[in-house]
T-cell receptor
C-alpha cells in the first residue's frame, strides 16, 4: 500500500517558467511533509517542509501548498532554472508512528534552457 | 547544518564477498539512523532503523542476516552486505535524524556486485 504517491514520473518545463510538482497521500495521520531534491548517485537534500496545520510555506523560489481535505500537496518552483533539474521526492512523517519518512516515487524535473 | 558522511561512495565487489558501508554524523549525535535502498528509477525504500546500542529494526522483506547493521556509537552506523550477489547491486543511502522532523541524508553508496 503506497501511502505517498507522485503520479507524474517526469516533468519538463522551460527555464523561467513555473514548475509544479504534485504529491498525494492516503494516510490522514501524517502531520508533516517534506520535499527533497536528488541528483543521480547522490543522497537527497532537504528543500522545504510544511506542517499539517498550515496550508502554505514559502522559501525563496520554492513554495509548498498543502490541501488536507484533498490529501494533496504541491511544490511550486518559480522561476525554474536549469540547475533545478533533478528528481524531487515528497515525503511524509507521522509523529506517533516512529517519525519515519515515507517517500513518494519521485518526479524527474527537467528544466530546459 | 547537520552533515552525514557516508563512505564509500561507490564500491565494486565480487559475488560472495562482504561489503561494509559507513555512515557518520559529523556535528551532531544521531541516536537513530535509517538505511534506505534505491533501485534505478524508483523511490527510496526503508530497509532498517538502527538505534544506538540496540538491535536494528528491519522492514518486512529485508533479510537481517544479509544486511547487518551496527550502531555502536552516537555518531556511527554501519551496514554490511554479507555474501553479496548481483541482485544486491543498488544505491544505498543512510539518514540520521537530528530533530523530530530534521533528517539529513548521506551522499549514498553505489554498490555493484560482479
Amino acid at each position: 500500500d503506497q501511502q505517498v504517491k507522485q503520479n507524474s514520473p517526469s516533468l519538463s518545463v522551460q527555464e523561467g517558467r513555473i514548475s509544479i510538482l504534485n504529491c498525494d497521500y492516503t494516510n490522514s495521520m501524517f502531520d508533516y511533509f517534506l520535499w527533497y531534491k536528488k541528483y543521480p548517485a547522490e543522497g537527497p537534500t532537504f528543500l522545504i517542509s510544511i506542517s499539517s496545520i498550515k496550508d502554505k510555506n514559502e522559501d525563496g523560489r520554492f513554495t509548498v501548498f498543502l490541501n488536507k481535505s484533498a490529501k494533496h500537496l504541491s511544490l511550486h518552483i518559480v522561476p525554474s532554472q536549469p540547475g533545478d533539474s533533478a528528481v524531487y521526492f515528497c515525503a511524509a512523517i507521522q509523529y506517533n508512528a516512529g517519525n519515519m519518512l515515507t517517500f513518494g516515487g519521485g518526479t524527474r524535473l527537467m528544466v530546459k534552457p | 547544518g547537520a552533515v552525514v558522511s557516508q563512505h564509500p561512495s561507490r564500491v565494486i565487489c565480487k559475488s560472495g564477498t562482504s561489503v561494509k558501508i559507513e555512515c557518520r554524523s559529523l556535528d551532531f549525535q544521531a541516536t537513530t539512523m535509517f538505511w534506505y535502498r534505491q533501485f534505478p528509477k524508483q523511490s527510496l525504500m526503508l530497509m532498517a532503523t538502527s538505534n544506538e546500542g540496540s538491535k536494528a529494526t528491519y522492514e518486512q522483506g529485508v533479510e537481517k542476516d544479509k544486511f547487518l547493521i551496527n550502531h555502536a556509537s552516537l555518531t556511527l552506523s554501519t551496514l554490511t552486505v554479507t555474501s553479496a550477489h548481483p541482485e544486491d547491486s543498488s544505491f544505498y543511502i543512510c539518514s540520521a535524524r537530528e530533530t523530530s522532523y530534521g533528517y539529513t541524508f548521506g551522499s549514498g553508496t553505489r554498490l555493484t556486485v560482479v
